[in-house]
């Protein structure tokens, strides 16, 4: 009998000490998720974004939201540079003067450090999402001199790898680039700069 009675107690504390340590978690791990992730309110009034691109492998993208816009990171290879200074003459803005852009961004990368490029992913014509295709050549279905980007399935218009957009096609712009800064070497605040928030 006493046996049975000291059994359930013991049962009855261990859940009391599991119930206590798993407020405990949740309370400690708050503050860390709150300063990464504006609340959904602060969102849509348009806070400033945090993002990680500690995992970002050369080639890759990640995507985050920031003011209801898809925002894109993309952190490109060297060969991926390398095809973006060729191809001026088939670019409608290739110096990004009628584009959107912050001054640090304009430039040749259309960013901050040449292999990280930031991008709002709208479509400059009519506000489509560009789709990715940084396949190079006849692998990637958009001709044989295709030296990767963004191709706007809408109405056909082309990106290259900074957003530039080419020439002849609906979009009269290139992407917009939009304010953002670097907290370190692998974290990117959207949305504020030195200027301050946008
Ligand atoms: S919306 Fe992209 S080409 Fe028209």
Request: glycine residues 10%; neutral net charge; hydrophobic residues 40%.
């Amino acid at each position: 009998m006493d046996d049975r009675i000291d059994n359930k107690r013991r049962r009855f504390l261990t859940n009391v000490t599991a119930a206590a340590w798993a407020v405990g978690g949740t309370v400690a791990a708050f503050p860390f998720i709150r300063s990464m992730t504006p609340s959904e309110r602060a969102k849509a009034a348009g806070a400033p974004v945090v993002i990680d691109i500690s995992r970002l492998e050369p080639g890759q993208m990640v995507k985050e939201e920031w003011r209801g816009k898809p925002v894109w990171v993309i952190r490109r290879t060297d060969e991926m540079l390398q095809k973006l200074a060729g191809l001026g003459e088939n670019l409608a803005d290739p110096d990004s003067e009628r584009s959107d852009q912050p001054v640090y961004a304009k430039n040749v990368h259309r960013s901050r450090q040449p292999e990280v490029l930031v991008l709002i992913g709208v479509c400059t014509h009519l506000g489509c999402s560009p789709t990715t295709n940084f396949a190079i050549g006849p692998a990637s279905g958009l001709g044989d001199d295709w030296p990767g980007g963004f191709f706007c399935p809408c109405h056909g218009s082309k990106f290259d790898l900074s957003g530039r957009v080419y020439k002849n096609l609906p979009a009269p712009t290139n992407l917009v680039v939009p304010p953002y800064r670097f907290l370190n070497a692998t974290l990117i605040l959207v949305g504020e700069d030195d200027g301050g928030t946008a």
